[in-house]
């Protein structure tokens, strides 16, 4: 019973480090031109300039090569659990979902007035997981309903918000990022 929750907490944190890293990728190689290029909507930018090109990119990139290198480990058991390949579809997916997501929350703090930067939980700790599974399901079907079943996704649901604020307070503590969230 225990075995068994530590090897699905296992594998759905391995299952979503290409999702994960893209994040704190893109904090590293951001800065350059804003994605809406400063454009507004009803006086607020569409995006901010939190959301740029080369941070976009970079996480991406940094997702996917991760998948790509990860996938020369498998197949590898790890506390009773058997960590499998990503598909080249689903490594792009999880990646490329991920910095969408975000993307989209930046798209919505904006709508409803918050800065650049302010908080808006639990989104901006679920947006790229809710963008990693909505682009992933589509491009790798077979292969995300076979490794994400209800209960990896459950764990990661609760996980994952519990990763980001740490990893994110230790990115603050090391000045990459100038708010702790
Ligand atoms: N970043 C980027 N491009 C992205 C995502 C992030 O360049 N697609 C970089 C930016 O430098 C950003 C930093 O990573 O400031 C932190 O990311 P995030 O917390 O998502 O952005 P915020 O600045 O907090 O902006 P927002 O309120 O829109 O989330
Ligand atoms: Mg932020």
Same mark, same amino acid.
Request: avoid cysteine.
């Given at each position: 019973?225990?075995?068994? !929750?530590?090897?699905?907490?296992?594998?759905?944190?391995?299952?979503?480090?290409?999702?994960?890293?893209?994040?704190?990728?893109?904090?590293?190689?951001?800065? +350059?031109? !804003? @994605?809406?290029?400063?454009?507004?909507?009803?006086?607020?930018?569409?995006? %901010?300039?939190?959301?740029?090109?080369?941070? $976009?990119?970079?996480?991406?990139? !940094?997702?996917?090569?991760?998948?790509?290198? &990860?996938?020369?480990?498998? /197949?590898?058991?790890?506390? +009773?659990?058997?960590?499998?390949? *990503?598909?080249?579809?689903?490594?792009?997916?999880?990646?490329? %979902?991920?910095?969408?997501?975000?993307?989209?929350? $930046?798209?919505?703090?904006?709508? $409803? %007035?918050?800065?650049?930067?302010?908080?808006? /939980?639990? &989104?901006?700790?679920?947006?790229?997981?809710?963008?990693?599974? !909505?682009?992933? &399901?589509?491009?790798?079907? %077979?292969? *995300?309903?076979?490794?994400?079943?209800? /209960?990896? @996704?459950?764990?990661?649901?609760? @996980?994952?918000?519990?990763?980001?604020? $740490?990893?994110?307070? @230790?990115?603050?503590?090391?000045?990459?990022?100038?708010?702790?969230?």
């Amino acid at each position: 019973m225990l075995e068994e !929750a530590l090897a699905t907490v296992v594998l759905a944190f391995y299952l979503m480090l290409p999702a994960y890293v893209p994040n704190n990728a893109a904090v590293l190689a951001g800065g +350059g031109p !804003a @994605i809406d290029g400063g454009r507004t909507w009803k006086g607020d930018r569409l995006l %901010g300039d939190g959301k740029t090109w080369r941070g $976009s990119a970079g996480g991406v990139l !940094a997702g996917f090569v991760l998948a790509l290198l &990860l996938n020369q480990l498998a /197949p590898l058991e790890v506390a +009773g659990a058997t960590l499998p390949e *990503f598909p080249v579809l689903a490594a792009f997916g999880l990646a490329f %979902g991920a910095i969408l997501g975000d993307i989209g929350a $930046s798209f919505v703090k904006r709508r $409803s %007035g918050r800065e650049r930067g302010k908080p808006m /939980p639990p &989104l901006d700790q679920l947006d790229f997981v809710v963008g990693a599974f !909505a682009v992933t &399901l589509p491009l790798s079907h %077979g292969w *995300f309903v076979e490794q994400f079943t209800l /209960p990896v @996704i459950a764990v990661v649901v609760v @996980i994952t918000p519990l990763l980001h604020v $740490s990893t994110n307070f @230790i990115a603050y503590q090391l000045d990459l990022k100038d708010e702790p969230y």
